[in-house]
């Protein structure tokens, strides 16, 4: 079992930037795929950025230039640094697990981001 807590969401400024993390409780991170995901109101949770356990990112295109994954296996954490946000960053940004052992998805319980321009 994995329990996800997010934190480091808030509001900034158009061209600001945040740093999320996502503390990933129990005994398998480094069996762990660690990603985020955003979701707006009336809109699909999308894909923000994963990474493997081995340290592989996959980025979305949105986020590609602009936002960094990364883990720290010692402090079972994953971090999203997010620079020149724009207002279109504005959602609720999800925590995701996926144990590479059995494919079993875990969530958090998201921190909202909010950009004003």
């Known amino acids: 079992q994995v329990e996800l807590a997010e934190s480091g969401g808030g509001s900034v400024q158009a061209g600001g930037s945040l740093r999320l993390s996502c503390y990933a409780l129990g005994n398998f991170f480094s069996l762990l795929v660690m990603g985020w995901y955003r979701q707006v109101p009336g809109k699909e949770r999308e894909l923000v950025a994963r990474i493997s356990p081995g340290g592989g990112p996959d980025y979305a295109d949105f986020a590609k230039g602009r936002f960094t994954i990364s883990r720290d296996h010692a402090k079972n954490t994953v971090y999203l640094q997010m620079n020149t946000l724009s207002p279109d960053d504005t959602a609720v940004y999800y925590c995701?697990?996926?144990?590479?052992?059995?494919?079993?998805?875990?969530w958090g319980r998201g921190t909202q981001v909010t950009v004003s321009s």
């Open positions: 995701n697990a996926q144990n590479v052992r059995d494919w079993t998805v875990y």
